[in-house]
């Protein structure tokens, strides 16, 4: 009988992305004949592990498995699994041993007071994400480099909904899209692992999942992210090209939201197109309550 524990199918679903990636020259495997996978089989991966083959695919069915600390140290080595992915592994089959809690945190999320203030008065664009990429709080840099966030419905200042949205994201076929995609895809796979049933990332991701293909493909990945930083150019018409590093912080709570912050080289011609950004969006700020 298949299993239906939430951490259960999304731990098989983990699984077989992962198989999916190898090919048996990874693993020092002969492909042997017509294959009708473009990655390892499950026999394959089995052997590698020391499972048998029929206990593996009970995993990745989502079925009633409880696998060992060392079953799951044998499929992270097999999978070739980073130090993220081995945690993520962990974390995932640990709680399919368990019950579900009757009643999980579902708070509303709260940002710090502490926080709002910080934000205030950074001289730096910087956002505030909820657990689910919901947009938060943001400070007057973060607007005059993203625009105002108060022009969307509540219920759409997500992070994911946004970058998918074809009407808002003229940048699709900028090099770097699918990697921020991704990195938010990432972001919100780690989400999904602490809580699977959330209400909003079960929202967040149906109406993706109907409405992009690309979406799809990207959350069919598996990947996930605990943190993230990377570099992202912005065109801006007034100043022109603005290449800005970014980073996420943790904000207190269990799981608590992250401060998503933008920063330039001091002195670098990027940090000078910024600050001639924010001098523009306050004379435009001042010219609009005038």
């Known amino acids: 009988m298949i299993n239906s524990h939430p951490y259960a199918r999304e731990l098989g679903g983990f699984l077989r992305a992962r198989r999916g990636r190898l090919h048996p020259h990874d693993v020092g495997l002969e492909p042997g004949g017509r294959r009708k996978v473009t990655g390892l089989r499950r026999e394959e991966l089995a052997m590698l592990a020391g499972l048998s083959t029929d206990y593996y695919q009970r995993m990745e069915q989502g079925r009633e498995v409880r696998p060992s600390d060392d079953v799951l140290d044998a499929l992270a080595t097999a999978l070739g699994l980073d130090d993220e992915e081995r945690r993520y592994l ?9 019950p579900m809690p009757t009643r999980m945190n579902r708070d509303p999320e709260q940002v710090p007071d502490s926080a709002r203030r910080l934000l205030r008065v950074m001289n730096t664009p910087a956002v505030v994400l909820g657990r689910h990429l919901d947009l938060l709080d943001w400070n007057p ?17 997500n992070m994911l909904l946004l970058i998918f949205d074809d009407t808002l994201t003229g940048e699709r076929t900028c090099p770097d899209w699918e990697r921020q995609a ?9 989400a999904v692992a602490t809580d699977p049933t959330h209400p909003r990332a ?6 993706l999942s109907i409405h992009s293909a690309e979406f799809r493909r ?10 993230v930083s990377g570099t992202k150019t912005f065109r801006i018409p007034e100043v022109g090209d603005i290449v800005l590093d970014w980073d996420t912080y943790p904000l207190p709570g269990n799981p608590g939201p992250v401060m998503l912050v933008f920063t330039a080289e001091p002195g670098s011609a990027d940090a000078d197109r910024l600050l001639l950004l924010s001098a523009l969006q306050a004379t435009r700020s001042a010219l609009a309550d005038e």
């Open 90 to 98: 962990f974390g995932l089959a640990r709680a399919a041993r368990r």
């Open 202 to 207: 079960t929202a967040i991701v149906g109406e």
């Open 182 to 190: 991704l990195d938010y895809i990432g972001m919100m796979r780690a």
């Open 141 to 157: 840099m973060a607007e005059a480099l993203l625009g105002d966030p108060g022009t969307h419905p509540p219920d759409r200042l």
């Open 218 to 227: 990207l959350w069919a990945r598996h990947d996930i992210r605990e943190s």
